[in-house]
Structure formats: C-alpha cells, structure tokens
Nanobody, 112 residues
Framework: QVQLVESGGGLVQPGGSLRLSCAAS????????VGWFRQAPGKERELVAR???????NYAGSVKGRFTISRDNAKNTMDLQMNSLKPEDTAVYYC??????WGQGTQVTVSS
C-alpha cells in the first residue's frame, strides 16, 4: 500500500510563507491528478490546488497568485509553496494522489 507523508506545516505570521511537501512511497509518474486540499475547523475539505501529469495546474480562487503547486515525478514528491499567508488559510492541509488516497495531514496556522 502506497503511503503519502506530508511535511512543512507550522505556525507563521500573516504575510509569511510556508512550503509543504508530500512524499509518496510509490511512483506518481503516470498519475494524472495530484493535489492539495485543506480543511478548516467546522468546514468541509476543499481543493486548494491540483497539477496534472502534463503540468497543468488549477487553483482555488482564494489562493490564486499566492500559492504554487509543483511535482517531481522522479522523486515522487509534490510541493505547495504558500506565500502571503492569511489567517483564513489556517487549516489542516492534505495531499491527495489519485489511486493512492490521502496523506495524514499537516497543520498550518497563520496568526500573529
């Protein structure tokens, strides 16, 4: 069973940056849909960003221009660079790989 392990979460001040990483124990080379979701307390899990095997990306409107998703098929990793963070970005962030499922989640807290 392929495992997904996220890292890089933490506490950051508004306007700061964080970089999340997701490492898969299996190959993601041929998998089209990989992405990041987040879930804030009392809210449903929502798609933040996704990237296809060809490199096409989609972002939620609330993060467009601030977040950047990338993938490295050779290393079986996926990253989410988050800049200009806002308090409303506070949530548990999950990576998702089609066919493999979800990571365990990493907490991102944006607060002064």
């Amino acid at each position: 069973q392929v495992q997904l392990v996220e890292s890089g979460g933490g506490l950051v001040q508004p306007g700061g940056s964080l970089r999340l990483s997701c490492a898969a124990s299996g190959s993601i080379f041929s998998i089209n849909f990989v992405g990041w979701f987040r879930q804030a307390p009392g809210k449903e899990r929502e798609l933040v960003a996704r990237i296809t095997s060809s490199g096409s990306t989609n972002y939620a409107g609330s993060v467009k221009g601030r977040f950047t998703i990338s993938r490295d098929n050779a290393k079986n990793t996926m990253d989410l660079q988050m800049n200009s963070l806002k308090p409303e970005d506070t949530a548990v962030y999950y990576c998702y790989v089609e066919g493999y499922g979800w990571g365990q989640g990493t907490q991102v807290t944006v607060s002064s």
